[in-house]
T-cell receptor, first 118, second 115 residues
Framework: DTGVSQDPRHKITKRGQNVTFRCDPI?????LYWYRQTLGQGPEFLTY????????KSRLLSDRFSAERPKGSFSTLEIQRTEQGDSAMYLC????????????????FGPGTRLTVT | GESVGLHLPTLSVQEGDNSIINCAYS??????FIWYKQESGKGPQFIID?????DKRQGQRVTVLLNKTVKHLSLQIAATQPGDSAVYFC??????????????FGSGTRLLVRP
C-alpha cells in the first residue's frame, strides 16, 4: 500500500453514461497525476495538478474528460458520454515537488480504477 | 486477478537465478529514470531510480545500470524470488513543453519465476 487510494476499484458502465473516479493522494504531496493504462502498455500521462491548479493536459484528454482538485487534496476524474475506447485502467499518482521546480521525481501510484464500457 | 498485459515480452527465470530486464529510452535529454514493478490488479510500485549523472545504483537485491551512450537502462534482480513475478516498466523523466517534464513509460516486460 503506497498511501494513494482510488475509488471505485472497478466500474462497469454502458456507453453514453457519465462516470466519475476519485483519488486521494498522500496527504503531504502537492502534485497529483492521472494516467491511463491499457492492456500490454505502460501508463500514459493524462494530466497533473500542483495543489489545486491543473498545470498540464495531454491531448489524450478529450473534451469529454475533466479533472478537478478543488482543495488541493483529493481529485476527481470525470468522463462524460463514455465510449468503448475509454475502457482502461485509470491510475492516480502523487509526489512532492519543492519550491518552483518544474519537475518532481518519485511518484507513488494508487491501485487504479478499472473501467469497462459495454 | 486481472492481467496487466497479455502480449508483453516475457523473461522466464529459475528461482534463485539473477534476472536482467532491459529497456531502451529515446530522449537523450531525459534526466531521471525509474523502474516500476506492477503486479496483477495493482498500480505500479517504485523499485529503484537513477539520475542521468550516474551510471549505476544499487538497492536491496536490485541494481540499475544506465548507459547514456546507447540510451539503455537495465534492471538486475539478484536471487530472483517467486514474489518478483510481475510486469516491470522503465520510465524516463523527459523534458516537455514550457520547461516541464513528464514521466514516459516503456511497454513493460513480464518476469516469470519458475519454482
Amino acid at each position: 500500500d503506497t498511501g494513494v487510494s482510488q475509488d471505485p476499484r472497478h466500474k462497469i458502465t454502458k456507453r453514453g453514461q457519465n462516470v466519475t473516479f476519485r483519488c486521494d493522494p498522500i496527504s503531504e504531496h502537492n502534485r497529483l497525476y492521472w494516467y491511463r493504462q491499457t492492456l500490454g502498455q505502460g501508463p500514459e500521462f493524462l494530466t497533473y495538478f500542483q495543489n489545486e491548479a491543473q498545470l498540464e493536459k495531454s491531448r489524450l484528454l478529450s473534451d469529454r474528460f475533466s479533472a478537478e482538485r478543488p482543495k488541493g487534496s483529493f481529485s476527481t476524474l470525470e468522463i462524460q458520454r463514455t465510449e468503448q475506447g475509454d475502457s482502461a485502467m485509470y491510475l492516480c499518482a502523487s509526489s512532492l515537488a519543492f519550491g518552483g521546480q518544474a519537475y518532481s521525481y518519485e511518484q507513488y501510484f494508487g491501485p487504479g480504477t478499472r473501467l469497462t464500457v459495454t | 486477478g486481472e492481467s496487466v498485459g497479455l502480449h508483453l515480452p516475457t523473461l522466464s527465470v529459475q528461482e534463485g537465478d539473477n534476472s536482467i530486464i532491459n529497456c531502451a529510452y529515446s530522449n537523450s535529454a531525459s534526466d531521471y529514470f525509474i523502474w516500476y514493478k506492477q503486479e496483477s490488479g495493482k498500480g505500479p510500485q517504485f523499485i529503484i531510480d537513477i539520475r542521468s549523472n550516474m551510471d549505476k545504483r544499487q538497492g536491496q537485491r536490485v541494481t540499475v545500470l544506465l548507459n547514456k551512450t546507447v540510451k539503455h537502462l537495465s534492471l538486475q534482480i539478484a536471487a530472483t524470488q517467486p514474489g518478483d513475478s510481475a510486469v516491470y516498466f522503465c520510465a524516463e523523466n523527459r523534458p516537455w513543453l514550457d520547461s516541464s517534464y513528464k514521466l514516459i513509460f516503456g511497454s513493460g516486460t513480464r518476469l516469470l519465476v519458475r519454482p
